[in-house]
């Protein structure tokens, strides 16, 4: 079993809808949660990040961490097509003053008009 | 300001051969790591260098690989013996400081026939 769970997808769904991805994990020791966004042959640029649990809202995007589940979610809200990406997550604790992310595979979204 | 910046952006090599790929960070980065993504995977950590030291290279797979940053700027990961396995978007990234969001180049497309 990897550490982070991620479904790979793909997730079509139409314009102006509320997109949910989501991933879970094992290991108890991570504190920092974070959204990746990669567009096809680019490489991934940070959506957002969470430290411990809780949710955060930015724009259209939102995210919720629940430790006692091990269980992260990134809502999207009035989804657009410039959205259809893959979405990554990852995650990370402090270890000998490193913090080197753990990721998941990746959700393919895909937002069509 | 210019991104991080990665060198070649395709590179095909036959299964034994010498390869090295060159990363430029974002100017005044200290902290530079590298990633390995295969298809369908999520980036997969290699090493992190903190200014010209490599700080943790827990995630090299094996002695054919090696990483060198000797100014602390620009980085060359290199591949001695490269076998089909090795085939793989290789991801460079660089951070202001250890822990802070780290910010990807484009990657290189390694391909080894």
């Known amino acids: 079993q990897k550490e982070v769970e991620q479904d790979p997808g793909p997730l079509s769904v139409p314009e102006g809808a509320i997109v949910s991805l989501n991933c879970t994990y094992s290991?108890?020791?991570?504190?920092?949660f974070m959204w990746y966004r990669q567009y096809s042959r680019k490489g991934p640029e940070l959506l957002m990040y969470?430290?411990?649990?809780g949710n955060k809202e930015d724009g259209r995007f939102t995210a919720q961490v629940d430790k006692s589940s091990k269980y992260i979610s990134l809502f999207i809200r009035d989804s657009q097509p410039s959205d259809s990406a893959t979405y990554l997550c990852?995650?990370?604790?402090?270890?000998?003053?490193?913090?080197?992310?753990?990721f998941g595979r990746g959700t393919s979204l895909i937002v069509h008009p | 300001g210019a991104g991080v910046s990665q060198t070649p952006s395709n590179k095909v090599t036959e299964k034994g051969k010498y390869v090295e790929l060159r990363c430029d960070p974002i100017?005044?980065?200290?902290?530079l790591y590298w990633y390995r993504q295969s298809l369908g995977q999520g980036p997969e950590f290699l090493i992190y260098f903190q200014g010209t030291g490599a700080a943790d290279d827990s995630g090299l797979p094996n002695d054919r690989f090696f990483a060198v940053r000797p100014e602390g700027s620009v980085s060359t990961l290199k591949i001695q013996r490269t076998e089909r396995g090795d085939s793989a978007v290789y991801l460079c990234?660089?951070?202001?400081?250890?822990?802070?969001?780290?910010?990807f180049g484009p990657g290189t497309r390694l391909t080894v026939l």
């Open positions: 990852a995650m990370s604790y402090a270890s000998g003053g490193s913090y080197i992310p753990t």
């Open positions: 969470t430290y411990s649990s």
């Open positions: 990234a660089s951070s202001p400081s250890e822990g802070d969001t780290q910010y």
């Open positions: 100017s005044g980065h200290t902290a």
């Open positions: 290991n108890s020791a991570f504190q920092y």
